[in-house]
């Protein structure tokens, strides 16, 4: 089973966001997925940074792979995306349909969680227009996940959020500058301050959701490295860690561990609880109540 590392979903300093890629071009991650996929006012970096970013780790002997903003809302957003689909390098990861009708019968692409996708037909079509990887949405349960693979036709390789807090929404409006009373296009580029997204608690102090941006988040780290063997017997072949401010290489180290000798999976399993911000969960994946956590999370 392969390890990817999703595309970085928080906003962080230019010079922070290079020395993690750095670091990540050592590590026994397969896959890596760059690029903005929250909101276009995230100018640390813009398209040629992330390009430059993907050779360094091409050459380091990752399969690098491009993402798309989830919500294009202009048309500077809509040209930056035909800059991505046509880029000629690299795989994409097309998360909006617009994306997937740039992509359509020219060239492979990777399926990405925020299409939606939920029953076969769906997944078929998505098949025939060129999906040769799918990344399931976040609350699909590992029962829907099997029958689904088993009903399409050719299935494709598939990848699953394994770790990190879960993307559950978009929004025109951005949450954290509303926060800070102020309008989304005079933002001051208030995520650059939470770097893991501002945790929203209920009335009774429990964290509920973080908000990152134009985009919701769980405030619960999603955590399937216990079931490992059950993401394999449902023939998921990647699992996905979604960049975290603190520790994510070490877990990282963790998933490899469990993926490479599966004796020491229980023991990577305990270990990797100490790295867990706030708290984990795996509802969604035991069909569940997604910020549940089982016995082993």
């Not at 990861?93 to 019968?105: F, I, K, P, T, Y």
Request: glycine letters at 8%; a neutral charge.
């Amino acid at each position: 089973m392969k390890l990817a590392l999703g595309p970085l979903l928080y906003y962080w300093p230019r010079q922070e966001v290079l020395l993690f890629y750095d670091a990540v071009a050592l590590s026994p991650v397969d896959v890596v997925y760059l690029g903005e996929v929250v909101c276009s006012r995230r100018h640390e970096l813009r398209l040629p940074d992330w390009q430059a970013l993907a050779r360094m780790l091409a050459d380091a002997g990752k399969e690098v792979v491009l993402s798309t903003q989830a919500l294009i809302e202009s048309e500077s957003d809509l040209k930056t995306l035909r800059r991505i689909v046509g880029n000629g390098e690299f795989l994409v990861e097309a998360n909006d349909m617009g994306a997937v009708h740039l992509l359509a019968g020219s060239t492979p692409f990777v399926a990405g969680t925020h299409l939606n996708v939920y029953n076969a037909e769906t997944l078929a079509l998505l098949i025939e227009l060129g999906a040769r990887r799918w990344v399931p949405p976040v609350e699909m349960p590992q029962a829907m996940l099997q029958a689904l693979l088993r009903e399409a036709p050719r299935p494709p390789e598939c990848e699953v959020f394994a770790y990190g807090r879960m993307p559950l929404a978009f929004s025109a409006r951005c949450f954290t500058a509303r926060r800070y009373n102020l309008q989304k296009d005079s933002c001051a580029f208030r995520c650059l301050d939470h770097r893991e997204g501002l945790l929203l608690k209920t009335r009774e102090g429990q964290p509920f959701l973080a908000l990152n941006g134009t985009q919701t988040q769980s405030a619960a780290v999603c955590n399937l490295l216990a079931h490992l063997p059950e993401l394999g017997q449902s023939g998921v072949g990647i699992m996905r860690i979604s960049p975290q401010a603190r520790h994510t290489l070490d877990v990282v180290a963790l998933f490899r561990e469990g993926i490479d000798n599966a004796s020491r999976l229980d023991d990577a399993a305990r270990r990797i609880q100490a790295l867990v911000p706030d708290v984990a969960c795996d509802g969604f994946w035991r069909g569940r109540p997604g910020m549940e956590a089982g016995a082993s999370s």
